[in-house]
């Protein structure tokens, strides 16, 4: 793997779930995201890594998993999930770069990105991380910011906007927070080797004017009844896609779990700071949370 790293958009010590989810009137948005989690979750499976896990907001969505590596670039935000969470054999906290997974190669059958493609300004290097840790037949649920959406093409047609939403490559509408048109994530997806079974369009009503004047339920449920049509066409301002594993022989090889982000070289163990035999490395486990983040970078 290259030395080159794209910048990060570095949460430590936000206070994001409680500004955005608890007390910024979300509770529309979180309840669309959970239908729609619902219906594009496996029955089940063994291990899911959820990628970008914030303050584990879903996490107790991934509820049939057995079990769930929780990856986030910010330790803080790790911290506030497993407050939420707590420590057991059944979550793995880990702080790590997206573009650099400490993992072996086909190690998770299922995964989830919500809300964290968003901040990647190389999608594909970062869905190619996923694939590659991901075992064979293994499902991605992922969710990003579409740039096609409705409002972005009202503002366009009437000259309010300097971006054109139709055409394919990414916006950066402020620093590190991107939106990305749903064919350009469609091709990136199926060139890393993904196959795509599901799309759904969620959020169809995220207008502060409608949140305010319309019951939640009515507005979640008429949510639910058009997250269908992702299938047809995209106009919501966040989309769900399932895409399935494909083209791959082998899932990981025995119980080692962790690989150098560094050298890429496996390091056995786990419950301690781990040593790479390759490089040297010294990668800290501290209160429960493992420490992959390379600072240098
Ligand atoms: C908008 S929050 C979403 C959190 C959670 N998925 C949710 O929906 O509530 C984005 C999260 O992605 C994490 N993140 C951003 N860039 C990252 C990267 N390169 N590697 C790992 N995590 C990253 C941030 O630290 C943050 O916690």
């Given at each position: ?180 048109h749903p064919k350009a994530i469609k091709r990136d997806l199926q060139a890393?080797?993904f196959?795509i079974?599901?799309v ?41 896609v399932?895409a ?54």
């Amino acid at each position: 793997m290259s030395e080159h790293t794209p910048p990060i958009c570095d949460y430590e010590d936000s206070d994001y779930q409680q500004s955005f989810w608890e007390h910024g009137g979300r509770a529309y948005e979180d309840a669309v995201e959970a239908f729609a989690l619902r219906r594009l979750l496996p029955p089940g499976g063994k291990a899911m890594l959820e990628l970008g896990a914030g303050a584990g907001r879903n996490t107790q969505r991934y509820q049939h998993y057995q079990r769930v590596a929780l990856v986030d670039y910010s330790r803080s935000q790790l911290v506030q999930a497993q407050a939420r969470l707590g420590e057991s054999e059944r979550y793995l906290y880990v702080a790590a770069d997206v573009y650099r997974l400490p993992f072996v190669d086909g190690c998770f059958d299922g995964s989830t990105m919500i809300r964290t493609l968003h901040h990647m300004a190389e999608p594909a290097l970062a869905l190619s991380q996923v694939y590659r840790v991901m075992a064979p037949e293994g499902v991605f649920i992922l969710e990003f910011a579409n740039k096609r959406n409705l409002k972005a093409i009202m503002r366009f047609w009437l000259g309010q906007q300097g971006w054109n939403p139709f055409t394919p490559d990414l916006v950066e509408f402020a620093a590190l927070n991107f939106n990305f048109h749903p064919k350009a994530i469609k091709r990136d997806l199926q060139a890393i080797g993904f196959v795509i079974e599901r799309v759904r369009t969620v959020s169809h009503f995220r207008v502060g004017f409608l949140k305010r004047t319309m019951p939640l339920r009515f507005l979640v449920g008429l949510d639910a009844l058009l997250q269908w049509t992702g299938r047809l066409v995209q106009a919501s301002p966040s989309v769900f896609v399932r895409a399935r594993v494909a083209g791959k022989q082998r899932d990981a090889a025995g119980d080692v779990l962790f690989q150098c982000p560094r050298c890429q070289t496996v390091i056995p163990g786990a419950g301690d700071d781990l040593v790479c035999g390759g490089c040297g490395a010294r990668w800290p486990f501290q209160d429960g949370i493992y420490d992959f983040r390379m600072k240098t970078d």
